[in-house]
């Protein structure tokens, strides 16, 4: 007992009669030692609130007193930061790509719009930063006025936008034919051949204009060559000389049936790609993809937002140039392409986004994807392949979610821990049974699916509350309002897309001499010219050659010009080889049944004659 507790213990037993008084005749120990007891507690309990208060003068501020913080010193800061689950990350300093996933609502957008005007300040000259935005909701435009970022517009039907250069991107043959799968994709429902066939007449149009005009061609081109007559069209693909087995097959062998199926196939597919066509027949300016990665700024590829099926297409084949121009780039810690694609599932398949994943980290690309549930990123890419491209990007986060597949592939993200259970237990033994409590120990995920369902959805009060994961920690976390209201970049009223005039909207065909153009093949391209060999002249003397008795072999013709004449006639029969129609390799079976089926007939009316003859001579 304490020296206080002692005291008005001395006291209280003085005070006997107005003890017995107060507490209606009970003992005076008794009463003593309540009063004591309860006196003592509350001078306790004005002590600890005391120091409770001193403690919490001193204590350490709160997460959203750092933040705050965090968020002025950087204002001031020479470096650039990425803001993601409550943490700063310098942009120099990363080295990993995102994936966003929540339903709609859940603050994807609002997270998504932070990063982006983080990496818009870190978009300076000579730093050899770009990021390129794909929009698939029309929401990019009034960030970039806001922040008065200057921009490049890419959408196929907006009057403000400019046109995609094919020509500068696709300038291989390989190339030709990855297009040719993006712009008519397998047909898995029905025969393949239509399709197969129509994919093989628009890469023949591509490659001929690769071969014979370089980079001098656009994405109506093609569509105009489609649309001519098939004496035009066999001429336009006649400037390639591998398309001459697609000519025989196509146009001079099948029944005209066939070939009107082809065209219909390749009619229906063309459509899809008339706006774009359109757009790069009208458009002031146009870009390729290769001179914006040589360069420093934004590219944004929106949709169009009252179509998209006329322009994913266009958006797909542009992805897969890029991811093409990145693979081949040199590998690089300072160059940054930062490349946002919002909503995966409405942009559809992109061809090589698992490439950009893998290996595109270390050519500087750090990759930003959202989708409100990864079984659509497995409905476009199966399981093996989105799960390649999920586990490529080392910072995830997964907010408000209703898909019971997300919410436990999020479990399966957090990891599990080690945790000491009170388990109940019954032993038995002479005096019978006893019960009793057990610890044990044992592992357990950190989070159950169930709390990603019911993560509740951000507001003002009280913030966003998601999980994050890095390559350090895996952790639930709540941004409070007022850090996000302080992040939220500043927007600027601007139409997200401004449609085009009628005139605008049709393909104008080609004039005549466009067609003239494009329907001559030249003999010898430019950038396929066979070498030829010029007479050196090592003349001191103005150009005069000095007389020198000529080397001769029993033939007597010079050596040099015995070898002159045999490079010529080298070049010569490679002209020939390439102006001769090769052989399609379908024909041949045709020619064997052709020849086994007249030697059958010749056999059968050898027969004929021979059982003829005979009856003739058994009559006689």
Known sequence: ???????????????????????????????????????YQEARKEQLQAINQALQQRAAPSPKQVMMQQISALSSSSKYHIFFGGEFIDIAMLDGHFFLSGVAGSGKTLLTQIAQAGVLKAIKPGRNYRAIIFDTKGDVLPVLEGAGVPYELMNINDIRAVAWDISEDCTTFDAADQLGYIFIPKDKASDPFWSDSARAILVGVMKAFIYQHGRDWGLHDVANALSLDETNLIKVLEGFPGNHGLINTIFRSASDKTKDGIKMQLYTHLQKLTSAAVHSQHATNRISLRSFLSSEGVLVISQDLTSRETSNPVIQAMFR?????????????????????????????????????IFGRTKGVRLWLTNQVVEGIYALYGKNEAEEILANCIYKSVLRTTSPLTAKWAESLSGSIEVWEEVPSTGYGQGGASGGNQFQRHKREKFYDSEFLNLPLPNRKDGLTGFFTS??????????????????PAVKNVPAQVSKPMRLQMLSPWSNKELEKFTRSKPQPQQ??????????????????????????????????????????????????????????KSLPRVVFKAVYGIFLGLIRGFVKQYKERNKDGKR
Do not use: C
Not at 6 to 14: K, M, Q
Not at 563 to 576: D, G, M
């Open 471 to 488: 390559p350090t920690e895996g952790v639930m976390k709540n941004i409070p309002g007022d850090v996000l209201e302080a992040l939220k």
């Open 321 to 357: 140039m890029l991811v093409n121009l990145i693979n081949a780039s040199s590998d690089s810690s300072s160059r940054r392409t930062f490349i946002f694609l919002d909503e995966l599932r409405f942009i559809g398949l992109l061809s090589g986004l698992n490439e950009a994943a």
């Open 1 to 39: 007992m304490g020296i206080s507790k002692f005291l008005l213990r001395v006291y209280l037993l003085y005070s006997n009669a107005v003890a017995r008084q107060f507490f209606n005749g009970k003992s005076v120990s008794d009463a003593s030692e309540k009063v004591t007891d309860y006196l």
């Open 528 to 585: 396929l010219r066979t070498l030829t060999f010029q007479p050196i002249n090592n003349s001191p003397q103005g150009g005069v050659t000095p007389k020198r008795k000529p080397l001769k072999q029993a033939g007597g013709v010079p050596k040099r010009n015995q070898r002159t004449q045999k490079l010529e006639a080298t070049n010569h029969e490679q002209e020939r080889w390439q102006s001769k129609p090769q052989q399609d390799p």
